[in-house]
């Protein structure tokens, strides 16, 4: 096989490089802007898809950058990093189209478009990584170009979403800077490898790998938003509706568990990670943030923010399924990092419709709204139905597993949370669903500008993408290149056997 | 040219062009700087090719060997030092021609400054200002840095290190009569620190017979007069370095000076005196069982971080954060001395490689911030962070240099500051330094929060234009200065490894 190093770079420079450009462009240079966008959005997809196509059986894709004797940055196409590559890339073409026709007269939008790009250029980093110290150099990236995202209205509000997002973030980048030069210490330069690669050295060490182990969760775990780790969250939906669907879905706190996920199978393996006990305390790191996540959507009125708490919650279902040993699990958690990504950017564009359409913030407000905009409410049940777990949608083939892998570990109580956060879910989701569809609407809406049946095309499109994704990936579930499928190969580099 | 002539030329060029800018006059300095600058930085990159070719260069002048005659050398630290003086004085020179010009072109018409920012500004007559006498100042203190670094033995670096103290304090002075209390406090702090530095320097030689640093180093035992004489010197490098609790007077002399001369000062001046204590104690008393000296200094350096970082947090105007900035950088570099001094092999190395990376991240961010911070001063006409709503609209490309240069100060990827700082702490880890692996993650920490203030201010809705009309403008030419300078600070991240093999040229074995 031979080795394409240029690829996984072009990966990265297909969002990084219209990015810069378009910060140069004046602000009415709208069609331009938009036309950059999706050409590097359609050039990453094409480079994604090749890549899936041909990795491991024609080509290797691997580009190695030394910075300093022994300290490589490294961007490798695995299976890993397709699974996550896909999803970004995909997400960030509808997301893309979608910011397009939010942001339609807002000022700053160079701006906004360009750091959107490098946003995603270092997501794509973060999926590439081939070794710890190119993941923290992309996370942290990451962070960098999420805040100006985060504080684009520039309000007080926005300003002091910012500050918490920072506040959060930038020490744990501090304490990640620690845990990664204290693993090239240990272990000399490493890329990361299936079935994990500290297992050679562990001897006498244990107590320092555990707080090696604790140091990359808490730093990875913020972004991931871990509880109590996850104030940032709700505060930064304060962002514009397309930097929410981006902070949840596409990178952000994707990006945490994605990460998270890297640290237990590829650094540790999953299998020394059990022999050093630290499984089970991440095991109920995620059932408190499931629980509580849960929880606090309930008493949300502001329809973001129950989404936010929403997406605290169910994010801790990767990490969940990542600390119960065993392959279904594992499956599970995997599965999951896509499902989730579908469906919660469902919810989140439709939350954005229903702003820019009619003015509604609040679950209160809903009354009727279903009726108003047919189209758009649809695809927010799917989300909300497949965030239950209701059958086909995708969310159902994620708890499917979980649960079994749980039983399979037998880990019965890991069931028990996953009930009891469904049950959460129904009860945050069903009334939001019932006010939709079946109660009348309550007199005129608060700042109605739709002229049509629901959103303007460019808003409402998206969605409906996104939504058919969600029930796409579960009722496809088993066929082959689905999100499943991929993640059983994923299991198959894990597991020694599997 | 052979590696001699190189030498030659990197020391005579600067002070050739000085003089030719102090002839020139008010018409033609600043030609006679920019041709001075071009020239001075092909000699220094035709004396690291040779160094980096052919190891470490000697000149002895006039033929006489030392002790009797003056030798230049140029080992791989010292060529680091030259290329990072070369590559961003150039840039303030630059940046210079067009802010100093623009001030004579436009003068007629510029707002003058509110009264109570006259310390921080331009000085508000423009008729009679002796801008251009910038020039030969600032080509003076170049050549005093390159023969700085340069030097071989100790009187002459006492020397070159005089008339470079004479040379900021008069680039200090340029601000006008706003900045004559902070020139004169500079001048008179810079006489302490030389004169302590002499002493110990007579003590050393009374006791050895020599000024060399090779033959000192080889001759000099641990005894109470060489004790004596490591302190007195190291005491007054530390005032002019103004290591932290020695800082006082940086703040308002850097604060002070014209946009140029801060970023000169601050970038490049005070890193002669961090050179000069890495030589002292790496090189003439590395040899020596003195482990608390480096101890010390690194103590100092934490100490810098945390205090130079919580009072940039508390100003309230730009510049003097800028500068509090640098107090709190200069201590990054000290707490590497000791790291590099254990001679641990790989991480001493490390810990060399990421305080010479740390200070030319630092040289190229903070000249860059410092440039910034005279285009934001000419566009709004004040440096008051809280009232910098909206520059990232109305001057997006010294936004977006104030932005790199911040990622680099802080040290955050992608830039070489963030390089530096990791092999800063890689190097702690190794020798087990928990205290210093805390304390500059803290400080970064500490950056981050005050560069993050200033810059969300970018964000903001711009605010209502002054009253009076015409909004007056920052020119565009300066501003891409500072963006290459900020540039320059992001490339830096990937130099650590050539960086490393200079530097490994001439180490004492």
């Known amino acids: ?498 | 040219m052979s590696g001699g002539a190189w030498l030659i030329a990197v020391a005579a060029v600067p002070l050739a062009a000085a003089v030719a800018a102090l002839l020139a006059g008010r018409r033609g300095a600043a030609a006679a700087g920019l041709l001075g600058s071009l020239l001075g930085t092909v000699a220094v990159l035709g004396l690291a090719a040779a160094v980096l070719d052919g190891g470490v260069q000697e000149v002895l002048m006039g033929g006489w060997a030392a002790p009797l005659g003056i030798a230049l050398r140029a080992d791989g630290l010292a060529t680091a030092m030259l290329l990072m003086t070369a590559i961003v004085g150039s840039g303030i020179a630059l940046y210079a021609w067009r802010y100093f010009g623009a001030a004579h072109a436009t003068g007629a018409h510029e707002s003058p400054a509110p009264p109570h920012d006259v310390r921080a500004g331009r000085p508000e007559t423009t008729t009679d200002r002796p801008d251009w006498l910038f020039w030969p100042v600032w080509l003076l203190a170049w050549g005093a840095l390159n023969a700085l670094y340069l030097s071989g033995d100790l009187f002459n670096l006492y020397v070159t290190l005089e008339l470079l103290g004479l040379a900021a304090v008069a680039l200090v002075a340029l601000a006008g009569a706003g900045a004559a209390a902070a020139a004169l406090r500079y001048l008179l702090l810079a006489l302490l620190g030389s004169m302590l530095y002499i002493l110990g320097v007579e003590l050393l030689y009374a006791a050895y017979q020599t000024l060399d640093l090779q033959q000192l180093r080889a001759r000099v035992q641990p005894s109470l007069s060489a004790g004596l004489a490591a302190a007195l010197m190291t005491t007054g490098l530390l005032v002019k370095t103004a290591v932290f609790p020695l800082h006082f007077w940086l703040p308002p002399a850097h604060g002070a000076a014209p946009a140029p001369v801060s970023a000169a000062l601050s970038a490049l001046v005070v890193k002669a005196g961090f050179y000069l204590l890495a030589r002292l104690w790496l090189d003439l008393f590395g040899a020596l069982p003195w482990q608390a000296g480096p101890v010390l200094l690194g103590v100092l350096g934490c100490g810098a971080v945390l205090w130079g970082g919580v009072q940039a947090l508390r100003q309230q105007r730009l510049k003097p954060m800028i500068a509090y900035s640098t107090v709190a950088q200069l201590g990054y570099l000290l707490i590497a001395l000791p790291l590099a001094g254990q001679g641990a092999g790989g991480a001493a190395a490390g810990a060399l490689t990421a305080a010479v990376l740390l200070a030319a991240s630092h040289a190229a961010a903070k000249a860059s911030m410092f440039l910034c911070a005279g285009s934001l001063l000419a566009a709004y006409g004040h440096d008051r962070i809280a009232a910098l709503a909206g520059f990232g609209a109305r001057l997006p490309l010294t936004a977006t240099a104030f932005a790199l240069a911040a990622l680099s100060l802080v040290g955050l990827p992608p830039t070489g500051g963030f390089v530096g700082k990791y092999l800063l702490v890689e190097a702690a880890v190794r020798a087990g330094a928990w205290g210093t692996v805390a304390v500059v993650l803290a400080g970064s920490l500490l950056s981050a929060m005050f560069l993050f203030h200033a810059l969300s201010r970018a964000f903001v809705e711009g605010g209502e234009p002054p009253p009076g009309g015409a909004v007056p403008r920052a020119p565009t030419a300066p501003q891409l200065v500072s963006l290459a300078l900020a540039l320059l600070a992001v490339g830096l991240a990937l130099v650590g490894g050539p960086l490393a093999a200079l530097l490994a040229t001439g180490v004492a074995p």
Not at chain 1, 93 to 103: D, E, M, N, Q
Not at chain 1, 310 to 338: E, M
Not at chain 1, 447 to 464: F, I, N, Q, T, Y
Request: aromatic share 10%.
């Open chain 1, 1 to 498: 096989m031979t080795n394409v190093s240029w690829v996984p770079v072009a990966v990265v420079a297909s969002s990084l490089l219209p990015g810069l450009v378009i910060f140069a462009l004046p602000e009415h240079r709208r069609s331009l802007r938009t036309a950059l966008n999706l050409a590097g959005a359609a050039a990453k997809l094409v480079f994604v898809l090749v890549m899936l196509w041909n990795v491991g059986r024609f080509q290797d894709y691997e580009a190695r950058l030394a910075l300093l004797p022994g300290l490589d940055l490294v961007l490798r196409a695995d299976e890993w990093s397709l699974l996550f590559l896909t999803l970004s890339a995909l997400l960030w073409v509808v997301t893309t189209v979608y910011a397009v026709g939010y942001l339609e007269d807002s000022p700053h939008r160079s701006r906004f478009f360009g750091f959107f790009s490098l946003c995603v250029s270092a997501t794509a980093g973060i999926a590439l990584a081939g070794n710890l110290f190119t993941l923290f150099v992309f996370y942290e990236i990451l962070t960098l170009v999420t805040y100006p995202l985060v504080i684009h209205r520039g309000t007080p509000a926005a300003l002091a979403a910012g500050r918490s997002y920072l506040m959060y973030t930038l020490p744990s980048g501090a304490l990640l800077l620690l845990a990664v030069v204290g693993a090239q210490v240990l272990t000399g330069p490493q890329d990361f490898t299936g079935g994990g690669y500290l297992k050679p050295f562990a001897d006498g060490r244990a107590g320092m790998l555990v707080l090696l182990f604790a140091a990359l969760i808490i730093g990875f775990g913020v972004k991931a938003a871990l509880v109590p780790l996850h104030g940032w969250l709700p505060r930064a939906m304060v962002a514009p509706a397309p930097v929410s669907a981006l902070l949840h879905a596409v990178a952000v706190v994707k990006a945490g568990a994605f990460a998270i996920l890297r640290v237990v199978y590829e650094v540790f393996g999953i299998e020394f990670a059990a022999t050093l006990g630290v499984l089970t305390p991440l095991a109920a790191a995620a059932a408190l943030t499931i629980v509580y996540g849960s929880w606090r959507a309930l008493a949300q009125d502001e329809l973001k923010k129950r989404l936010a708490y929403s997406t605290v919650s169910q994010v801790s279902y990767i990490v969940l399924g990542a600390a119960v040993l065993g392959p279904v699990s594992t499956t599970g958690a995997v599965v999951h990092l896509v499902h989730q990504g579908l469906m919660k950017i469902t919810l989140f564009f439709s939350a954005g419709n229903y702003a820019e359409t009619l003015g509604v913030h609040h679950v209160s407000e809903m009354d009727g709204i279903g009726r108003r905009m047919p189209l758009t409410t649809a695809a927010f049940t799917v989300g909300a139905l497949g965030m239950i777990g209701v059958p086909p949608v995708a969310g159902f083939v994620s708890k499917l597993y979980l649960g079994a892998g749980a039983a399979q570990a037998g880990q019965w109580w890991v069931i028990g949370v996953l009930a009891l956060s469904s049950l959460l879910n129904a009860l945050y989701f069903l009334p939001i669903l019932h006010r939709a569809w079946f109660r009348p609407a309550r007199g005129p809406w608060p700042e109605e500008h739709g002229r049509g049946l629901d959103a303007r095309p460019m808003l409402l499109v998206p969605v409906l993408l996104t939504a058919l994704f969600s029930l796409g990936v579960g009722v496809f579930a088993a066929m082959p290149w689905s999100p499943l499928d991929w993640a059983r190969l994923i299991v198959r580099r894990e597991y020694v056997g599997g």
